[in-house]
């Protein structure tokens, strides 16, 4: 691997690893504001995220490159709403897109097809993040009273994974 693909590989483990520490704090939020279907869904998102990371390290270590891995900044860990968690989960995921396109416009620059092609399964999964986001937004938006934001959250995982409860 060439080093620009090393350190933009470096760059989105670090985005994959916030992503993380992020959606366990939303998690937290969530569960001491006694939305337990919003704390199930942003704990489950915290260990894909870091699945995500170990994906990329993978790579890099069966290639022969080595993950640096940095400090973590503290997330955020006040919020006044629901709306502003969703908000907050949405901005994330589009700033890990813009990650993962930057990651892939270096390793299509520096012709590594083999991050190439990881990387393009990336891009689709981040569509996929970026619609449940997208959703969760609206989902809230929509409930306009405490009825309603408790049924938004009994039924959460189920809305945005098509799982059933």
Known sequence: MKQVVIDAFNAQIAKERDASVVYESLSFWC?????????????????EERTHAEKLAKHMLDRGARPVLGALAAPPSQFDSLTDIAKAALAHEESNTRGVVETLEAAKA?????????????????VEEEVWANRMVVLVGRATCAGSLYAVDRHIVADLTGKKD
């Open 31 to 47: 569960a001491a504001s006694d939305y337990p279907g919003f704390a199930e869904f942003f704990a489950k998102q915290a260990a």
């Open 110 to 126: 520096a012709g590594d097809y083999a991050a190439c092609n990881l990387l393009a399964w990336f891009v689709n999964e981040q």
